[in-house]
T-cell receptor
Framework: AQKITQTQPGMFVQEKEAVTLDCTYDTSDQSYGLFWYKQPSSGEMIFLIYQGSYDEQNATEGRYSLNFQKARKSANLVISASQLGDSAMYFCAMRENYGQNFVFGPGTRLSVLP | GAGVSQSPRYKVAKRGQDVALRCDPISGHVSLFWYQQALGQGPEFLTYFQNEAQLDKSGLPSDRFFAERPEGSVSTLKIQRTQQEDSAVYLC??????????????????FGPGTRLTVT
């Protein structure tokens, strides 16, 4: 079974609008962390935002926020005021029980239209 | 400051050849990870080093894959007798701290640009 599911292979958004990228996860651990990374065409993975399983508030980092719904095992990324430079692949990832094995989803390609 | 570097950036190998991929982590980083990213997919964990010790190699797909970090800094991922299914981008990441320390979350990995391996 997939541990991380990203159901949107590709998304389009108009510049300056908000967009939500979906992520659902599967784990039986109580302690886990959820991460979002951006991968531009240059290839490097860039850390965006993190949500711990015990965090009661949704994480926010600038224009990025994470809509964490623990009961639904959902950790959607919201990007507000999209910019052309946001066009990239976005990956949701999970680390269970503070281990070293990070599991990544298949990614969503976001294209921001001028 | 210098980030994680990887070399070569591109490698073309004929099936059956051996290849060696190098990763230079950020200086002082204890943890080093290798990932394999097939085309159109997310990275998949291969192996993890804490300093020179390889603590987890559960993701290595076969015994043709071998990784080392002999002095706790530079790491090399070696693939013997390459096959076409080995074609992928190989990503290296480093982190200042070892995982497993809950109080240090969010646990940040710093990724290199990757090596794109094409096996013909």
């Amino acid at each position: 079974a997939q541990k991380i599911t990203q159901t949107q292979p590709g998304m389009f958004v108009q510049e300056k609008e908000a967009v939500t990228l979906d992520c659902t996860y599967d784990t039986s651990d109580q302690s886990y962390g959820l991460f979002w990374y951006k991968q531009p065409s240059s290839g490097e993975m860039i850390f965006l935002i993190y949500q711990g399983s015990y965090d009661e508030q949704n994480a926010t980092e600038g224009r990025y926020s994470l809509n964490f719904q623990k009961a639904r095992k959902s950790a959607n990324l919201v990007i507000s005021a999209s910019q052309l430079g946001d066009s990239a692949m976005y990956f949701c990832a999970m680390r269970e029980n503070y281990g070293q094995n990070f599991v990544f989803g298949p990614g969503t390609r976001l294209s921001v239209l001028p | 400051g210098a980030g994680v570097s990887q070399s070569p950036r591109y490698k073309v190998a004929k099936r059956g050849q051996d290849v060696a991929l190098r990763c230079d982590p950020i200086s002082g980083h204890v943890s080093l990870f290798w990932y394999q990213q097939a085309l159109g997919q997310g990275p998949e964990f291969l192996t993890y080093f804490q300093n020179e010790a390889q603590l987890d190699k559960s993701g290595l797909p076969s015994d043709r894959f071998f990784a080392e970090r002999p002095e706790g800094s530079v790491s090399t991922l070696k693939i013997q007798r390459t096959q076409q299914e080995d074609s992928a981008v190989y990503l290296c990441a480093s982190s200042l701290n070892p995982p497993g320390l809950a109080g240090l979350d969010p646990y940040e990995q710093y990724f290199g640009p990757g090596t794109r391996l094409t096996v013909t």
